[in-house]
């Protein structure tokens, strides 16, 4: 088989060992012709990790850009643009592959010319137990629909190949054409944990006449680490409340009808803010009225960050604040 060249981009934040472990995972990779990225939003490692991070790069097995921001859209634009191979591929900083991970990405590029992404199958190391109890041949015909789609691709674990709406950021890999003929860069509006980030780059894609592809058979294991990764809050936090609604609302105000989007911010709403399944969050009154606030705000926040950013196609943080360029 001729197999495509990949570029592989791990944007990381704040990782250390689990970093290492996930370059050693990728590189021992028996795959004909791929590059390693690393986009490292960490201003100061431990002496370890660094070390092992030059070592890697003063040998070519990786190339490490050093940035001067945390924004994981914009270190996955910067990977692009600094990249060449023919496949992109995005993986965490936290993950496992098993032996034979990128060939069962490659395959269904080289098998199937519509495709221009495929989404991989993740496999949370927190959640093994009760993955099982959630799987699912197909997807059933909502999951097509953006303004609902996004509860059911969530929540199961589809076992048999199909076409999908989108993939998870952790695991999903791109035909260079979207970049290089198309344009398609992630946006870098959305903040903090980036949630919706991969959403939204996806459906851009419908309007390149490729779909994506979910291959079972292209999974791995995302550990999942409570500390670091690409953003820099907590999940516990009030800026990720806010971010995580604005995100939802950035994603609907950007790209759906306004049946989608009644879909969406209604179900956001019932879930979220009331706290009715799947989500099943306190339903004591205070805690829905403070969900409800952080809706609001987060509706607001969307709404000005799309005015404030007219005419900048998403773009936010300097490609060129690299302070460390690959030897």
């Known amino acids: 088989m001729d197999w495509p060249t990949f ?28 590059e390693v990225i690393v986009v490292d939003q960490t201003q100061t490692h431990q002496p370890d990790t660094e070390q092992r991070l030059t070592e890697l790069a003063q040998a070519g097995r990786i190339t490490r850009y050093i940035v001067t921001w945390a924004s994981l859209p914009a ?20 993950v496992v592959l098993p032996p034979g991970y990128l060939q069962a ?23 093994l137990a009760e993955q099982k109890d959630l799987e699912i041949d197909y997807l059933p015909p909502e999951a097509m629909d ?29 035909r260079r054409v979207l970049f290089s003929q198309f344009g398609l860069r992630f946006d870098e509006r959305f903040y903090g944990s980036a949630v919706r980030e991969e959403s939204d780059f996806c459906l851009h894609i419908r309007q390149t006449g490729y779909i994506i592809w979910y291959s079972p058979e ?28 604005h995100n939802h609302f950035l994603l609907g105000l950007k790209n759906l009808t306004l049946g989608q989007n009644l879909r969406l911010f209604g179900r956001l ?7 009715h399944a799947p989500c099943n969050k306190d339903p004591n009154p205070l805690k829905v009225i403070s969900r409800g606030g952080f809706y609001l705000w987060g509706l607001a926040y969307a709404a000005y960050t799309l005015a404030i950013t007219a005419g900048r196609k998403g773009r936010l943080y300097p490609q060129s604040a690299v302070i460390d360029h690959p030897l």
């Not at 592989?8 to 791929?34: F, G, N």
């Not at 190949?161 to 890999?173: D, E, H, I, K, Y």
Request: glycine fraction near 8%; hydrophobic fraction near 35%; charged fraction near 20%.
């Open 7 to 34: 570029s592989v981009i791990i944007p990381t934040y704040q990782r250390e060992t689990v970093l290492c472990d996930t370059l050693d995972s990728l590189l021992a990779q028996d795959y004909p012709h791929y």
């Open 75 to 94: 270190a996955r634009n910067l990977g692009i643009e600094r990249s060449s191979g023919e496949i992109v591929l995005f993986i965490d900083d936290d």
């Open 105 to 127: 990405h490659a395959r269904t590029f080289v098998e199937r010319p519509d495709v221009g992404a495929v989404a991989g199958r993740v496999f949370d190391r927190m959640k």
């Open 146 to 174: 953006p303004g609902i789609a996004w509860y059911h691709i969530d929540l199961v674990h589809t076992t048999q190949p199909q076409q999908v709406l989108t993939a998870r950021g952790c695991n999903m890999s791109f």
């Open 218 to 245: 292209a999974h791995l294991v995302h550990l999942g680490e409570e500390t670091g990764g690409c953003h820099d809050i907590s999940t516990r936090s009030l800026r990720y409340q806010l971010f995580f609604y």
């Open 269 to 275: 709403f019932d879930c979220h803010v009331l706290g």
